[in-house]
């Protein structure tokens, strides 16, 4: 039986402000097989501001990992046909979930078996009845640690552009919602020309300057919605949603010649640097052909002189 919450006894709304915006509410999933149990889990969970997801059944977590895509995950240690370990050990199997963090909840009070529990994938174990105040401030603890390693992993450290992996997987993402919505969308590729001869001139440390000056401007000039990231060393590659092509090489050949202009400062010396871009619509194929096409399209630019777009 579970007391009726009290929203005076839970911790404080979650409101951490980063950059002036509050943040999204966690994703916290939910297993028990008790229906009592994570109804009033939910109860909890949403007074504390957190985005909850409760199954009972823990056929469904394959299905509640694919879609709810949670960051953190709270599970029953003794269910019906089956232990939160097994539970933990097909989620840590999958390697997006492979340090989400997992909190066991149970009544179980042998620590021998709660260290146990732990050492098979588990990375908290709260003992139930539980206290809400422990409950909402561990996942907070948590989650934040989650969301700081997992923003860390995503970008590139020089210019704190999105990194090759995760650019890619934005640009899947987006090209499933141009699937559901029948929106367009563009892929760039962009390079910068001659960029050897700027390290081999003015050194190393101005090179990775430029490639920082380089990150900047596109975000300055790009949508909110446009993703950037530095697909390689001194390559970038931009994701426009809902962007035709004609208007994708405009924005980018408006920043191309903008940023040609702009002079780079070595020491008591100045100079600027040229890039070329390829441009390509996605045409309802996979991400991989629409990179192909944006590759083909920088190669024609590249061959056309340089400081160019292509679609
Ligand atoms: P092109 O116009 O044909 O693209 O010529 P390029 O010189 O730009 O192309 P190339 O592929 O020959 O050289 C790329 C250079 O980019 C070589 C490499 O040292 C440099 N580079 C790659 N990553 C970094 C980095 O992080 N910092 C710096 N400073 N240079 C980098
Ligand atoms: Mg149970
Ligand atoms: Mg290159
Ligand atoms: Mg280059």
């Known amino acids: 039986f579970y007391p009726a919450v009290d929203p005076g006894q839970l911790i404080e709304k979650i409101e951490t402000y980063t950059h002036g915006n509050t943040v999204e509410p966690y994703r916290v999933l939910v297993l028990d097989d008790s229906r009592a149990q994570a109804k009033y889990m939910e109860t909890v969970l949403k007074k504390a501001g957190m985005n909850a ?61 709660q260290l146990h529990a732990m050492s098979l994938g588990g990375d908290d174990f709260l003992t139930k009845p539980i206290d809400p105040k422990h409950l909402v401030s561990t996942i907070h603890n948590r989650g934040r640690r989650a969301r700081s390693l997992l923003a860390l992993m995503i970008r590139d450290s020089l210019t ?35 960029f050897k001869k700027v390290n081999d001139t003015f050194g190393h440390p101005i090179g990775d300057r430029v490639l920082r000056s380089l990150s900047m401007f596109l975000k300055q000039r790009l949508r909110k919605t446009d993703h950037i990231g530095r697909y390689g060393g001194e390559e ?54 629409l990179c192909e096409r944006a590759d083909r399209a920088l190669y024609r630019s590249k061959e056309q002189g340089r400081n160019c777009v292509t679609a």
């Not at 090759?164 to 640009?171: A, D, K, R, Y």
């Not at 931009?238 to 940023?259: C, G, H, K, Y």
């Open 53 to 113: 997801h409760i199954i009972t059944d823990p056929m469904e977590i394959i299905h509640a990992l694919e879609s709810f895509s949670p960051e953190i995950i709270i599970l029953d240690m003794y269910m019906p046909g089956c232990t939160g370990m097994e539970i933990a050990r097909v989620i840590r199997q999958q390697d997006r979930f492979h340090s989400v963090p997992i909190i066991y909840l149970s009544a179980e009070e042998d620590v021998t078996k």
């Open 236 to 289: 970038f590659a931009v994701i426009l949603p809902d962007t035709r092509e004609s208007d994708a090489r405009n924005v980018l050949n408006e920043i191309r010649e903008r940023f040609s202009e702009l002079l780079q400062p070595a020491g008591n010396r100045e100079f600027s640097v040229t890039f070329s871009c390829g441009v390509a619509a996605w045409k309802g194929d996979s991400s991989q052909a």
């Open 160 to 194: 704190g552009l999105f990194n090759h992996t995760h650019t890619l997987h934005l640009l899947d993402q987006e090209i499933a919602k141009c699937r559901q919505k029948d929106q367009p969308l563009c892929f760039a590729m962009i390079d910068i020309d001659y």
